[in-house]
């Protein structure tokens, strides 16, 4: 939107250092899991985004990479690294109500554990799938049978 | 105090066009709670795009749906394109985008059309679809296709548009103007069909942001909301548009908000096909390998908007294509607006958001099950059938 310097505002939002711009003027925001629900809120607050696109989730190997694009007047993904270890995020279904049916989603394929959502059952994948397969993890094997 | 029935619809019913199951509770006659599963035509296409080149990635992924697949390969080909930091000519730009908007006109008909017959007003349901077919011809006439119209590519579009069929583009609009505006007057002025669609599947202002909603629905509970204006793409930073909106918060104001929107899509049409550059249509060098990087791609497809973000590793395959088409977005609050409605309104209440199902479920898990006999054919078994189908019933060598 004209005439309004975004760039420096979610800047003074997240910090100099954790944000980035991409060449079609997208800004990429670098959180902690802990810091989900306040970005979210400052999000909301402050720069007047609420509109949550959807989760992406993404095996990175090393760690799990979840994205959270808002569009607005502008857009901003804020990006949330998960050890492989502890497979976990906060919801953010008691904020935003429309990300209930992306965390079923990033909880089916990447197994990754919306920690507060209040009905985490299963949507994409079949009733009869077997627990703890998440076929978007790169080192998935898939039971009994192949897929090209 | 009536007893609460458990009414189960789908995941195959009359009223669903495509699978998906809904649970209602009710009351009477009365809806009193709503929950939906889906899932059920889920394909696996994600995945398969990790294992596949650009270019293949593109016809995999105009499959996703067969009423708006162009949507689908202009997203994800604006995201290549960013990636590849591709500058796509004008011309390109211009023809994807009239293929956008006469997919825009042709998704809306259908959808009205379809209204009309779940509330039982199949003359309507017929004359729109006769109507559907002055802005079908086109397409078919410019693609080749009806469905699939494999018009995009990575830097611009595959086919030119000549002056003849540009000619005949600009004879359907005022046609197709003049019929909008009638179904405008019957949307609005016909009893019965009013009776039938007023005050059905409300969702409030404040609901319909909280809940994330997009598209036509969003716009008729009053939310100004259009990726086309909010996060500009192909041409239509050039056009002169109005984004249309409705405070009915219903079904009356879904018909409104669409119907009005052909006619903003028709003087589109005219506007791109007024000022349409000379030059090239696609880039003429594209690597094949795509530099490292993500990017995110919003496109405003007909039911709402259609988000692709693409990883690279920097190499011929993507690391990782993620999808959300529009009916995600909007199921959840559909289900949620039926509550408090009548069981006859559940057809309309549903269809008013545009549900495209196999939008929603993309992603194949096929698992081969031997002990009941049920078996996956891999895509190399396909093909060698294909091959020794063809030898053995058309002599045909490969």
Redesign the interface.
Known sequence: MVGRDWESEVKAVFGEDNVSR???G?F?VQIGPQALRESVAALKDRLGL?????I???DMREHYLL?Y?F???I?V?LQVRIDKDKPEVPSLAGT???????EREVHD?MGITPVGHPDL??????DD?PVGVH??RKDTK??????? | MPETIHLPMGPQHPFLKEPVKFDFDIQGEEIVGARM???YN?R?L??LCE?RNYYQCMYILERICGICSHSHTTAFCQATE?LL?LEVPKRGLYLRTLVCELERLHSHLLWLGVAAHEVGFDTLFMLVWRDRELVMDPLEEISGNRVNYAFNTIGGVRRDLSEEQRKKILAILQPLIDRLEYYANIGSNEPSFEARIRGVGKLSKEHA??????GPFARASGVD?D?RR??PHAAYPDLEFKVITNEECDVFGRVLVRVLEMVESCKMIKQILDALPEGEFVAPKVMRRVPAG???S?YEAPRG?D?H?V?SNGSEKP??V?V?APT??N??AACESVVGSLVADIPIAIASIDPCYSCT?R????????RRGRR?T???ELRQYGIDWYRRNRGAHF
Do not use: F
């Open positions: 991409g060449a079609d997208y990429w609420t509109n949550l696109s959807t992406v989730a993404e994205s694009p569009l607005g007047g857009v993904t935003v109500a429309g990300a209930i049916v992306y394929v059952r299963r949507q994409v994948l079949p799938w076929p978007l898939l039971p009994s049978g192949s897929m090209e | 599963n889906i899932g889920h696996g994600e995945k294992d960013k930091g942001i909280e809940m994330c909603t997009v909301r990726s909010d996060a993500t990017a995110i919003y908007e988000i973000y990883r690391e990782r993620k959300r995600l977005a199921l959840e479920d992603t194949t898990i096929a698992l081969t099950d031997r996956v891999t895509w190399g």
